[in-house]
């Protein structure tokens, strides 16, 4: 297996907190066994910092042609060609990212073994100000709705401002049709409460309230991957929780971060039995559909 070795260690990544590379590197070797299970085999999309976080980064995709050539990679066509993205299959490639100063790892829905078939649905609940509660509230009766389509619910602060709710899913229909059912939720769940959120893609158009987000599930679309480092001021993590932690109310979207994620694992894994969890997304087509 690769060793990688980090040069300049302590490169200040995060410059307000003097959060280094290596302190990175760490976070990332720590949770890599839970993250791994959700990033694996997925072509990954980087936002990287050359300069740390207090300069301007950038979004890659396209793999660098000095990755080391162990790093495992997926050719996928795109508009006029093609593009080759790093796929993450251990411990060792997470490491080898944050040498090159990627901070947050972006998923899609579907593994390279079968990129027309997602895995998993999401909804993001994304709030323009300081609306936590109607996020909280909203992503429960998300959770609500799924189950009585027939799916699980798991939920994550996205280390922003916001909530994930993430249904997993036996891989039996086409990104068309997954995005169909998280359209169909997002609208119902507009329909109960139309004051406070809204499907509406233009800002203009939101009026203050909080983005119902279905499009991620659409293909070659990403959603930030759990337990990443999002690249703000602290270093917040990506956190899966336990379905009834939403009913804390110290609950927060950047309540975890690179710091203090080490406490957070001696509980275990939030999102325990995901994969078992996975079900049929045809029944629940229908049912959410007609809500």
Do not use: C
Request: net charge positive.
């Amino acid at each position: 297996m690769p060793i990688v070795k980090l040069t300049h260690p302590d490169k200040e990544l995060f410059p307000a907190d003097k959060i280094t590379k290596a302190e990175l590197a760490e976070h990332y070797e720590r949770v890599a066994d839970l993250m791994l299970a959700h990033v694996r085999d997925r072509p990954l999309s980087l936002q990287v910092f050359p300069g740390g976080i207090g300069r301007r980064g950038h979004f890659l995709k396209q793999i660098p042609d000095y990755f080391p050539a162990w790093v495992a990679r997926v050719e996928l066509p795109k508009h006029g060609g093609t593009v080759t993205h790093v796929v993450a299959r251990d411990a060792d490639t997470l490491r080898m990212l944050v040498q090159h100063n990627a901070i947050t790892l972006h998923v899609p829905t579907a593994r390279i073994d079968r990129l027309e078939r997602p895995d998993r649905l999401i909804v993001d609940f994304d709030p323009e100000g300081d609306d936590w509660g109607v996020v909280v509230a909203a992503a429960k009766a998300a959770g609500e709705r799924l189950r009585a389509a027939g799916l699980e619910p798991f939920a994550m602060t996205t280390g922003s401002r916001g909530l994930h709710v993430v249904a997993p899913l036996r891989r039996e229909v086409d990104y068309p049709d997954v995005l169909a059912m998280a359209k169909s939720l997002g609208r119902a769940l507009v329909a109960d409460v139309p004051d406070e959120l809204t499907q509406a893609f233009k800002k203009e158009r939101r009026e203050g309230r909080v983005f119902v987000d279905h499009l991620r599930n659409r293909m070659a679309h990403t959603a930030v991957a759990p337990w990443a480092t999002r690249a703000l001021d602290g270093a917040p993590v990506a956190m899966p929780l336990r379905w009834r932690e939403l009913d804390d109310p110290g609950l927060h979207p950047r309540g975890w971060t690179l710091r203090t994620v080490a406490q957070r694992l001696t509980g275990g894994d939030p999102w325990e039995g995901f994969s078992s969890a996975a079900a049929s997304p045809r029944s629940a087509a229908r049912k959410l559909a007609a809500a």
